[in-house]
């Protein structure tokens, strides 16, 4: 016993004490953190692009003075959904959907002042999100242009490198006609840049159903007001926490779920490969026989699956800690949320059976792996297809969050490789108790088996220079 420990601690030490531990324990986090903030960035890292717009449309059909509507709503409808998700973070999804509404019913700067009542330090910050675009006065020389090649050759003209800086053009909008029906030819600066395509899309196709409902003799007052209209939908289970109305709290749970899941899948995988390059690296450098001359090799694995595990709860810590000081600090109505429904129905405690339980059917699999290994190529004879398994979960992960009562999903969270990751994703939905106590018993089942398996393989592959092949790994499981 007292030899296994300190194998554990050596195995722990020999990484803990490495500054490319703690850059990778950090990677995790940072890159989570810039996931979320990328897009932000590079929303606000856009230019604002120039637009001109040229009817070329019969007098009187409206469609330019339609369009530039539709373009200016669409540019409310975004500053009012960064009002509500200023709101979020301080005042919750309630919170902000009152604002949204006041804003909606009111106008911007009175969603504004509901912001200030709501959020308000969130208020304080608040900034009008940088807008992807802005109509600009046509230049006159291009108005004045006769349809055709001289008006066209004027907007290459503008869009293009060639024209002076305060003049240059990032799109032309030709407003037409084709069939009766409105259309654009859009000549853009960038032939891969679509922001300015999209919007006009969407303006046209809002200016068509305008146009073909008073074609029908419907009042334009009508039209105008049926196209803002937003419906309040409320949505009722009897599994809500208030017994009633669905709240964002009742869908929580399964995002929880759903991020302990990919949570779960990375430490897993992350300590199973820490031990296989450990033990690969120690099989090619003959440190192993040398450890093999004082301990058993039964006591060589339990140390080093001993001393990863205590890594692999290490590097948990540090992510658990990070994050719940990131989402106090940042969400803190959110942060209390995440922690009822860790608490509720002892869903914690199932979290952390399935990340021993994966955990020792995978650790105890890389060890036996990289017994049998000199170098990272041998082992790709087998990690392969294991990765390939691997990929399954996380597939399957992401539609329990939607049918966690599917039976695919059901089937695969009792499969024991599959277990942890995907009954931690439908854990949170409020499964039969028997499926998580079947699923907790089968997996640890099975692991018992790997690691009786994986410490006889281990034990042949330390004590042998055979190379890896599935021939020699399951002669070895075998005892031939």
Request: glycine share 8%.
């Amino acid at each position: 016993m007292s030899r296994m420990l300190l194998i554990a601690r050596r195995e722990f030490l020999a990484y803990a004490k490495t500054v490319g531990f703690w850059l990778s324990l950090l990677a995790f986090p940072l890159f989570a953190v810039l996931g979320g903030a990328l897009p932000a960035l590079m929303k606000h890292a856009e230019p604002m692009r120039a637009v001109a717009v040229v009817d070329e449309t019969p007098a009187g059909s409206g469609v330019a003075e339609a369009v530039r509507q539709a373009l200016a709503a669409e540019q409310t409808r975004a500053d009012i959904a960064a009002l509500r998700m200023a709101a979020v973070p301080e005042a919750g999804p309630a919170g902000g959907d009152r604002v949204r509404q006041i804003a909606e019913r009111d106008g911007f700067a009175a969603g504004l002042a509901a912001l200030k009542t709501e959020a308000p330090r969130a208020a304080e910050g608040f900034k009008t999100p940088r807008r992807s675009f802005e109509l600009v006065k046509t230049p006159a020389d291009l108005a004045a242009a006769a349809p055709g090649e001289a008006r066209d050759a004027l907007a290459r003209r503008y869009v293009g490198d060639d024209a002076p800086k305060a003049e240059r053009l990032n799109a032309v909008v030709f407003l037409t006609e084709a069939e009766g029906k409105p259309a654009a030819r859009v000549w853009a600066h960038r032939a891969t840049d679509d922001v300015v395509e999209d919007a006009v899309r969407e303006a046209l196709k809002g200016a068509n159903r305008s146009r073909v409902f008073v074609a029908g003799g419907i009042d334009p007052a009508v039209v105008t007001q049926a196209e803002r209209f937003r419906p309040e939908v409320s949505v009722f289970s009897p599994r809500a926490v208030s017994g009633g109305e669905v709240s964002f709290r009742d869908k929580l749970p399964v995002v929880v779920g759903l991020a302990v899941g990919f949570i779960l899948w990375s430490l897993i995988i992350t300590g199973a490969s820490i031990l296989l390059n450990s033990v690969m690296e120690e099989k090619s450098n003959k440190i192993l026989e040398v450890l093999l001359s004082s301990a058993s090799a039964t006591e060589i694995l339990a140390g080093k699956v001993l001393g990863v595990a205590l890594l692999t709860l290490a590097i948990l810590l540090a992510w658990g800690g990070i994050g719940a000081v990131g989402l106090i600090a940042a969400m803190p109505e959110m942060a209390r949320d995440v922690g009822l429904v860790l608490l509720t129905d002892g869903l914690f405690v199932y979290f952390l059976l399935f990340l021993v339980g994966g955990y020792l059917m995978y650790a105890v699999l890389f060890a036996a792996i990289g017994a049998f290994c000199d170098t990272p190529r041998d082992a790709q004879t087998l990690m392969g297809p294991i990765m390939m398994v691997l990929i399954v979960p996380i597939l399957v992960m992401q539609m329990a969050i939607r049918t966690p009562d599917a039976m695919v999903v059901k089937i695969m969270s009792l499969i024991p490789p599959f277990t942890p990751f995907v009954m931690a994703a439908r854990a949170p939905s409020g499964p039969p108790l028997i499926e998580i106590v079947g699923g907790l018993v089968g997996m640890f089942l099975f692991a018992a088996v790997m690691v009786w398996a994986a410490g006889r393989a281990f034990r042949a592959g330390a004590l042998s220079d055979v190379k890896l092949s599935w021939k020699s790994f399951i002669g070895a499981v075998a005892g031939r």
